[in-house]
């Protein structure tokens, strides 16, 4: 659920500047400012799919967990010292403003 709300609100975000960017862009005949959104959004897609690929394994993991399906325990400290701090390793570089993607 909050992943979903996250990654609605990056939707949100990455629409919104690429219409806004666009009509810059169309008024101005500005070739640089599209290519700025274009950037933002290709960001903006990375960092979904990271937070994607780190944290749904360990959503489905809790929810199976839940519902009795499988012994979830051992896994827990695996992805609590392996797979989450990858992500918060790579977000910061994500979301680094000289970082060219």
């Known amino acids: ?3 979903a709300v996250i990654t609605v609100a990056y ?7 690429a219409r806004s960017s666009n009509q810059c862009a169309n008024n101005n005949g500005n070739e640089q ?3 700025r959104s ?5 960001k903006i897609t990375l960092i979904i799919g990271t937070d994607f690929c780190c944290w749904i394994p360990f959503i489905v993991m ?3 967990h839940s519902l ?4 979830a325990s051992p896994y827990y ?4 010292i392996v797979v989450l701090p990858i992500n918060s390793v790579i977000n910061p570089l994500l979301y680094d403003e000289t970082v060219s993607v």
């Open 1 to 3: 659920t909050c992943f």
């Open 11 to 17: 939707i949100i975000i990455n629409f919104i500047s």
């Open 33 to 35: 400012l599209r290519n």
């Open 38 to 42: 274009k950037r933002l959004q290709r």
């Open 62 to 64: 809790c929810f199976l």
């Open 68 to 71: 009795e399906v499988t012994d």
């Open 77 to 80: 400290s695996l992805f609590s």
